[in-house]
């Protein structure tokens, strides 16, 4: 990584799909995070911007299209002597129909919210602490840094608001 760490940083997007009293999680069957829950979405193509790479990942995992977006945060990522992860974060609407059941990265299901807030199902650690952010209409933007040591353990994190959303491109 170089010293900025910008330049290995992976850029990714999350589409966090909640109806009602449900959120959309993936079972992951692959790494990164193989056996935990987490929201769809994956890493953006070079070029592409987070918008494009949402609409390309859920269509991809999903089946289905976005058709309304609301972004919502970045999450930093970095785990002491590996490349750092950086993540758009969207709550998303899909267009109606069903989605597909699994696909090359695990198996969908819908989950209830209370689930996600009372830590009964096996999550990524840092979402643990940004998914309450999310449920939290009135939050204002965020940019929040999650630190791991060399064997994937949270070790810290901050939170920052953010006044603006000023990054087009992955």
Same mark, same amino acid.
């Given at each position: #990584?170089?010293?900025s760490?910008? !330049?290995?940083? =992976? !850029?990714?997007?999350l589409?966090?799909?909640?109806?009602?009293?449900?959120?959309?999680? #993936?079972?992951?069957? &692959?790494d990164? $995070?193989?056996?935990? /829950?987490?929201?769809?979405?994956?890493?953006?193509?070079?070029?592409?911007?987070p918008f494009?790479?949402?609409? @390309? !990942?859920l269509?991809?995992?999903?089946?289905? @299209?976005? =058709?309304a977006? *609301?972004? =919502?945060?970045?999450?930093?990522?970095?785990?002491?002597?590996?490349?750092g /992860?950086?993540?758009h974060?969207?709550?998303?609407?899909?267009?109606?129909? *069903?989605? @597909?059941? +699994?696909?090359s990265?695990?198996?969908f +299901? /819908?989950v209830? =919210?209370?689930q996600?807030?009372? $830590?009964?199902?096996?999550?990524? &650690?840092a979402?643990r602490?940004? /998914?309450?952010?999310?449920?939290?209409? *009135?939050?204002?933007l965020?940019?929040?840094?999650? !630190?791991?040591?060399?064997?994937?353990?949270?070790?810290?994190?901050t939170? *920052?608001? #953010?006044?603006?959303?000023?990054?087009t491109?992955?």
């Amino acid at each position: #990584m170089s010293e900025s760490g910008s !330049e290995d940083r =992976v !850029e990714a997007v999350l589409g966090l799909i909640i109806r009602e009293h449900e959120v959309l999680l #993936m079972h992951r069957s &692959q790494d990164p $995070n193989r056996g935990l /829950w987490t929201p769809p979405g994956g890493k953006c193509l070079p070029g592409e911007s987070p918008f494009e790479a949402l609409d @390309r !990942e859920l269509l991809e995992e999903t089946g289905r @299209r976005v =058709v309304a977006r *609301s972004f =919502v945060g970045i999450l930093l990522e970095t785990v002491a002597g590996a490349p750092g /992860w950086r993540h758009h974060l969207f709550v998303c609407d899909l267009e109606d129909g *069903s989605i @597909r059941e +699994q696909c090359s990265e695990g198996v969908f +299901q /819908w989950v209830g =919210v209370d689930q996600v807030l009372e $830590n009964v199902l096996p999550i990524p &650690q840092a979402d643990r602490i940004f /998914w309450p952010w999310i449920f939290d209409r *009135s939050a204002p933007l965020f940019q929040a840094h999650f !630190e791991y040591d060399r064997d994937e353990q949270l070790v810290g994190w901050t939170r *920052s608001p #953010m006044e603006k959303y000023g990054k087009t491109g992955c």
